[in-house]
């Protein structure tokens, strides 16, 4: 799994994603994703490039989604790929965050 981050305007942080989100990819971004919801600025994940996503990484977007929450900060998805998009509303993650099409989109859910 491949992860770059990024500041874009308004304060907030944008992740891409690259590869597997299966054990060993979550694994290797938990890290990153943990010290950016420390820091309590909105997130957006670019999932464009993610072609699984598994229980494990469902965790790791669930865990930073809610530390973000906690501190007044959301996050969004965007740009999933249809079987990643399937995972992600059928898991109900849709429900604590926005899964949307676009950065636009991705960036006015965040502040919003």
Do not use: C, W
């Not at 973000?68 to 429900?95: H, I």
């Amino acid at each position: 799994m491949d992860i770059v981050v990024d500041q874009i305007g308004k304060g907030v942080t944008r992740i891409k994603l690259d590869g597997r989100m299966d054990i060993d990819g979550a694994s290797a971004v938990d890290g990153t994703f943990s010290d950016i919801a420390g820091r309590h600025h909105p997130l957006i994940v670019d999932l464009g490039e993610v072609t699984f996503l598994a229980s494990m990484g469902i965790r790791t977007l669930m865990f930073a989604a809610k530390s973000l929450r906690g501190a007044g900060a959301k996050m969004a998805l965007y740009n999933p790929r249809p079987a990643v998009e399937k995972v992600l509303r059928t898991s109900g993650v849709d429900s604590v965050v926005a899964v949307v099409r676009d950065e636009a989109a991705a960036l006015a859910a965040v502040t919003s």
